[in-house]
């Protein structure tokens, strides 16, 4: 079975300030993919970023970064330098080699204080 | 950009309504879903649709629910016969190649769905 678990429901942070959003996954699959998506206010859902299981090497994009820990299960997200666009709702997601189906977190809601 | 495209994007109807949510995905992929957001909560998955079948379903996709690519763009999901509890954000998402299952997951922008 599947699973992903944010454990942080609600984050609020100032402005400037990094925040890091947990993502613990479950799966039986040696092959699988995780992502993260973020939902701002408006209520779409937009594709943040995409990681295969057998590539544990981190990534930055501009203010966004990425942990992959295959040991612990943990594909963690960190904001550098926050800005209130950033705030939304940010939800991780698995999906098998062998699956059809992804499975989403129950999310992340952020909240940057200017 | 190609993205998908939901209309309408606001529905509101009568419980026991039918109602029909329509989708246009991205123009070459082929594996088509249904996902819903009830208010505050996760996003769970319904249904997905490949080669003219549902390829998988969900508990919550039951006989009230119904999909259809009636033609090469659309893809719809229909309820037959709406309940409060079918209030929601309805989301259509495509993929690209079967098989590549690293593929993301393009979404629409959502059809909430209210019902009273």
């Known amino acids: 079975a599947q699973k992903v678990t944010q454990a942080q429901t609600e984050i609020s942070v100032v402005e400037k300030e990094d925040v890091t959003l947990d993502c613990v996954y479950e799966?039986?699959?040696?092959?699988?993919?995780l992502f993260w998506y973020k939902q701002p206010p408006s209520g779409e859902l937009v594709f943040l970023i995409r990681?295969?299981?057998?590539?544990?090497q981190n990534e930055i994009s501009g203010r966004y970064s990425w942990n992959f820990q295959k040991s612990t299960s943990s594909f963690n997200f960190t904001i550098t330098a926050s800005q209130v666009v950033d705030s939304a709702v940010y939800f991780c997601?698995?999906?098998?080699?062998?699956?059809?189906?992804?499975?989403f977190g129950t999310g992340t809601s952020l909240t940057v204080i200017p | 950009e190609p993205e998908v495209t939901q209309t309408p994007s606001h529905q509101v109807t009568q419980m026991g309504q039918e109602v029909i949510l329509r989708c246009v995905p991205i123009?070459?992929?082929?594996?088509f879903y249904w996902y819903r957001q009830i208010l505050g909560q996760k996003v769970e998955f319904l249904v997905s649709?490949?080669?003219?079948?549902?390829?998988?379903k969900s508990e919550i996709f039951d006989d009230q629910f119904s999909v259809e690519r009636p033609d090469g763009s659309n893809f719809t999901l229909k309820i037959r016969s709406t309940k409060l509890e079918d209030s929601a954000m309805y989301f259509c998402?495509?993929?690209?190649?079967?098989?590549?299952?690293?593929?993301?997951?393009?979404f629409g922008n959502g059809t909430r769905l209210t019902v009273t």
């Open positions: 998402a495509s993929k690209t190649l079967r098989g590549r299952s690293n593929s993301p997951l393009h």
């Open positions: 799966t039986r699959d040696t092959t699988y993919y």
């Open positions: 990681r295969n299981s057998f590539d544990e």
């Open positions: 997601a698995l999906i098998s080699n062998t699956g059809n189906q992804f499975y």
């Open positions: 123009s070459n992929h082929l594996y």
């Open positions: 649709f490949y080669n003219n079948e549902i390829s998988e």
